[in-house]
């Protein structure tokens, strides 16, 4: 399996990395591994929901 740093996937999300490191401290990365002080997160790893918004935001960013 191919892993991608905290700051690749931060790029990739269009987020930044202190939000990637608050997304695998919470475990909201299916895949998720620390490996001392790093992250190491899979390459095909799907970008969390956003929990601060409502069930119809979500359903409409699906479409």
Known sequence: MEYLTVKEIAEKWGISGRRVNSLCNEGRI??????????????DAEKPVDLRYGKKQMTEEKK
């Open 30 to 43: 299916v895949g998720a591994e620390k490996k001392g002080p790093m992250w190491l997160i899979p390459k």
